[in-house]
């Protein structure tokens, strides 16, 4: 089993910037893809960014304003630039060996 917690939501004006942060426990050997997924109300959860091997890929909507990093067992997300339609319940994510794992969800409101 792989726990998730999350860290690092709140409010933020458009424009402005926040980090997430995730931490991974447990049997977290064997992770092989980490990654941040959002969900705004009324909406599917969609994927934001993963990254996975060294490399990382991004939702064309965050492109160039989001960077995801990963630190061992811990993953974080840069949020750059944000917008109003970036507010969302932001999912921690995690796979290992074919079991995916997420984590409580943070709460990201942009609004001025």
């Known amino acids: 089993q792989v726990q998730l917690v999350e860290s690092g939501g709140g409010l933020v004006q458009p424009g402005g910037s926040l980090r997430l942060s995730c931490a991974a426990s447990?049997?977290?050997?064997?992770?092989?893809?980490m990654g941040w997924y959002r969900q705004a109300p009324g909406k599917q959860r969609e994927l934001v960014a993963v990254?996975?091997?060294?490399s990382a890929s991004y939702a064309d909507s965050v492109k160039g304003r989001f960077t995801i990093f990963r630190d061992n067992a811990k993953v974080y997300l840069q949020m750059n630039s944000l917008k109003p339609d970036d507010t969302a319940v932001y999912y921690c994510?995690?796979?290992?060996?074919?079991?995916?794992?997420w984590g409580q969800g943070t709460q990201v409101t942009v609004s001025s």
């Open positions: 990254t996975r091997g060294g």
């Open positions: 994510h995690a796979r290992r060996i074919n079991t995916d794992y």
């Open positions: 447990g049997n977290v050997f064997g992770i092989n893809a």
